[in-house]
């Protein structure tokens, strides 16, 4: 007898869809049931989003108000104070400038020929001395604008990338003394990392801005803005100095070793040999604990500043637009939104990656 | 061989008087003694356990020892910071592990050591981290990473590495135990030709043939002491302890 | 003296005591420097204050409470305010990230998709900012008048109303714990090592306990029964307000919801790895028993998963549990703003922030060591499965 081999006909197209989603009753009770929750809330989304919504300010509010959908003109109207707060209205090109700074440093802090301690420490320091000056001013013709006017999305900018520049060396530090050999220093550096963990990042916050300048002599306690940034900086180091452990610990004892019998001295072992190789293995974690810090920084409206989510509730609270409250949040999420989600996807790519070199 | 910067020439490279080493409760190493000439090549084995890896990481300080005293090339091996770093300097070593650093090509790993702890000039460091790449027996793989590299290219590059900071003495843990068996005898060949220059070799290893050819003394250890200790001919044909005929039978007979 | 320094031990030991020292000297000073200044202002450092009355009042407690409670009293409602918060928002964000972590982890496409949007969605968002939101949705309710109205619940700017049966609140507190022990009281039954009755008999003794504590709830609800009202009160207009049913502040619903939404979309993706931690080998040697894909399931993925998942799902209650502290960000009087409060108003700075800081050691370790319990009591034996 012949045999003739005949491959099986290939799916049609129909028949694919069949498969994937009705291939049991309850398969297909549940896809229905899913795509009718889809569909509802795209609908539903998209009405109020796009379709029934007013987008230009020429209406005023009353047109606005009475719309079906969603009211843009609010976030046309005051974005200026979202972004900026109340940052001198002319100079807010400066504000908007060093965001972008910021943006830029992201980005390059990203890319893996940055991946050196020199360079990922110079890309921070001058990106962040070049919004300092933006900022501030009062040097190079800019003229001066104090803290106190800072707001909105530079400030929630500023205040993360100075915990992330205080906070990161510090946790490094607290990670080293914690497993120090000495069993003092190792014990009392952990008594103050498990003693941050475990309190809310408000109550440290509300207690370096209000409780602080009791315990400091005047000379030391500066402005409220630099202490809370301490407070929020001494928080996330806590965190990253338990992931810097982790990767230390992932790092063989036989690197120390081998560094030692060649003769090297501890800050020769740790720069050279031990952190490069813990930080690589830390990296995921450290991105996840960004994410996480930077989604934090809007606590710092609690104890009084005026950031992105304080600047939303001033756009909308104020005068004609009080019925917009929703537009405004939608959009101040939207950019936390993009920036966490785009820093997190790039976490979870490098975790891929760096995965499957591993193998 | 180049000899560095020697600390007291002439004198013994080694001396170990009285050794005590505890982990804890378990006695480690106990009253230890020996001397090594400069030039000499020690050979030491024993069943796993018995103290043997401990001694020569005692040597260099990746173990502190708890009694007795060591002096490497005339330097007290105590307390002193400064002679710690100095002993370090001058005595290489070669882990069962290799431990190279996996973040740094080949040449690197060899010219870092030599430039930021002996601060040498780069050209300097990267023209003798070639050379010893070249005594190696593996010039072509400098621009590679570690993990590129097979175990016994691994092990060469470790021996480059440690000699590279030009030693007086090399401490060999168990170079060998961690390879393949095909790759044994590349490795050994090197450290042959190493022996045969005149280094002070101090080799924890259980290859008895290395040992038969370049050994000048042969130490068996057991349950932290040193139980017998002799050339090699005498060693291989008649042990005088009980304990060292029964290990040389359990390592000589298959 | 050079020479001395170069010894390690003596550095080892200078080390220690300058890092120590330079620390405990700092904490110090600055406590030192905080008696006087509040000195200064009048204010005596000391405990006593705890027992002065407050003078002002809390909006939300389960125990009763006027300005004229001491302080102390105070503190305890803002602990049981936290912990209360705390486990309404564990337990519907446990249900909200079940479900979203099953539908991750399904086989359906779609049921994929929705689950990952959700998650895309909430856990990119700052959970304070959720809270904002869903505060000015809630407080811009309808006033009473017009009220959202389904099933007997109602929904108004001043709160949710909802049906609740008309008992005496020590009676509905005996009802709840009897409740909750019909749920624990079999799970534990069937842990326990202490049943070594074959299976049948098992279930029967679990089935009884369930049941024994069902009537139990029964009984206290018949015997705490308000008289002459029926059983169920259904919250109504009386004119220009509500009356009957019970109310949920709109501060406490704010932070139930907003910490159900935020913490269900973490506690998907834990749920997704412990199911994704199950190996293949294990679910492919099931089936091959035979077993039905719900059996494999119940019997197989599920407990091996939940194994996974504790020692992570235990970190991620300790931060929900801290993230009550967000009360303060709608005026719900938790822990944290009892202390805030008190310090502005009595002035005893670092009595109350030791009290803080105490407090939150305090609800830290006693979840780690219920959660380490749990751990160590599902934990598979041995080592048969590592590797």
Partial sequence: MEMVVVAPPAPGRLEDLRRRFFATPLQAVLSLACLTIMVFLAWKLLNWAVFSAVFTTSGGPEACQAAAGACWSVIAARWRIIFFGLYPYEEQWRSALACVVVVVMTVLSCIPVFWTGRRIALVWGAGTALFYVLMKGGVLGLAHVGEEAWGGLALTLFIFVTTCLVGFPLAICLALLRRSELPWISRTTGLIIDGVRSLPLISILFTFAVVLPF????????????RVILGSALFFSAYQAEIVRGGMQGVPTGQEEAAMALGMRYWQRIGRILLPQAMRNALPATINQFVISFKETSLVIIVGFFEILASGNAAYGTGEWRFAYVEVYAFIAFIYFVFVFSLSRYGAFLERRMSISER | MISGNSTEPGGPALRIENLDKYYGTFHALRRVNLAVERGERIVVCGPSGSGKSTMIRCINRLEQHNGGRIAVLGTELNDDVGNIDEIRREVGMVFQHFNLFPHMTVLENCMLSPMIVRKQPRAQAEATARRYLEKVRIPEQAMKYPGQLSGGQQQRVAIARALCMQPQIMLFDEPTSALDPEMVSEVLDVMVTLASEGMTMICVTHEMGFARRVADRVIFMDSGEIVEEAPPETFFTTPRNERTRQFLSQVLDH | MVSLLRNQKVRNTLLQVLYVGSIAALVLAGIVIARRNLAEQGITSGFNFLFKSTGWDVNFSLLPATANDPYWWYFLIGIINTLFLGSVGLMLATIVGTIVGLARTSSNDLARLLGRTYVDIFRNIPLILQVFFWYAIITHLPTPRGAHEAWGFLLTSRGLYIPFPNVSNAAFAAATLAVVAAIVLPTWLGRTSRLSQPIGQRRAIQ????????????????????????????????????????????????????????????????????????????????????????????LVRLPLALRAMLPILANQYVWLMKATTMGIAVGFTDFFMIVALTINHSGQTLEAIGILMAGFLAINLSLAAVFNRINKAIALKGNQLRG
Avoid at chain 1, 216 to 224: A, C, H, N, S, T
């Fill in chain 1, 215 to 226: 315990a400091l002599p005047q000379w030391l306690q500066g402005d409220k803005l630099y």
């Fill in chain 3, 207 to 298: 089935f009884t306990a369930a049941a024994a504590a069902l009537v139990c709830a029964a009984i206290s609800l018949a015997v705490g029964r308000l008289p002459d009202l029926p059983l169920l009160d259904f919250p109504a207009l009386q004119g220009l307000n509500l009356r009957g049913g019970l109310r949920i502040p709109p501060e406490f619903a704010t932070l139930a919801i907003a910490i159900a939404i935020y913490g269900g979309s973490y506690i998907a993706e834990i749920v997704r790895g412990g199911f994704k931690s199950v190996g293949k080998g294990q679910v492919e040697a099931a089936l091959s028993l035979g077993l039905s894909p719900w059996r494999v399931f119940t």
